[in-house]
């Protein structure tokens, strides 16, 4: 493996991964941040409906300046696009489809995550609390994935044997998608599945707290 071409994914990148998981017939959930931009690179060659807490069904791709409108606004105040059959609705509503068990799969960004599948994505200490639809999603989404940076800026994991900050739920990760790794969450523990490019599992077990173990078809992480 050539030096130079060692390197952490970008966000845009991560987007990509995590859009190779949505499947045909799926209802999506994405987070503020980091997931929203995730519709972007769904596959136009698959039915799916993008879902926002703030009201909408069907959300496209993040609006360009030609698409923009202020009354279609996303998550994090990011413009968006509608595909068409959306539909728009109050907040109530869309927080029934979530609490009603009606989501296939949901994305979040997050602080920190456990080796158990615990999410802290709602306080940091000092900031103001995020007191969102993560305690709802995180409760009834079939499927979620957990979207975060493997380190945080001075270098201290984020995947953890235990989470130091207040936890939003427990137990409810299936996946994790960082810059450096994606990694299952199973009942035996976490399993590392696919790696950025050039690292290796062993460089990525010293950037991480808790434990994993290796797939057997460990992979270079794709972007096809």
């Known amino acids: 493996m050539r030096q130079d071409s ?3 994914l970008t966000e845009n990148e991560m987007c990509k991964r995590v859009a190779m998981e949505v499947k045909d017939g799926y209802c999506v959930n994405l987070g503020a941040g980091m997931p929203f931009p995730v519709a972007n690179y769904i596959s136009r060659d698959i039915w799916s409906m993008v879902h926002i807490e ?3 069904l069907g959300v496209g791709t993040v609006a360009t300046d030609a698409q ?3 009354d279609l ?3 994090g105040r990011r413009p968006l696009s509608l595909i068409p059959g959306a539909a728009c609705f109050s907040s109530v509503e869309a927080f029934t489809m979530l609490r009603g068990g009606h989501i296939d799969l949901s994305v979040l960004g997050t602080f920190e995550v456990s080796e158990k599948g615990d999410i802290a994505n709602w306080l940091l200490p000092g900031d103001c609390p995020i007191i969102g639809g993560a305690m709802d999603i995180t409760g009834h989404a079939k499927r979620l ?3 975060l940076t493997h380190t945080t800026k001075k270098g201290k994991p984020k995947v953890l044997k235990e989470c130091l900050l207040p936890v939003t739920a427990r137990g409810v990760v299936n996946m994790i998608v960082t810059d450096l790794a994606v990694m299952d969450v199973t009942p035996a523990g976490l399993v590392l599945t696919e790696t950025a490019p050039g690292y290796t ?3 990525i077990q010293a950037l991480t707290e808790a434990t994993f173990t290796v797939s057997g078809d460990l992979k270079e992480i794709p972007f096809a």
Do not use: F, T, Y
Request: glycine share 12%; hydrophobic share 35%.
């Open 145 to 147: 994935i957990a979207m």
């Open 201 to 203: 599992p062993e460089e």
């Open 68 to 70: 923009k409108d202020r």
């Open 6 to 8: 060692k390197r952490p």
């Open 54 to 56: 703030h009201g909408v």
């Open 73 to 75: 606004m996303g998550l």
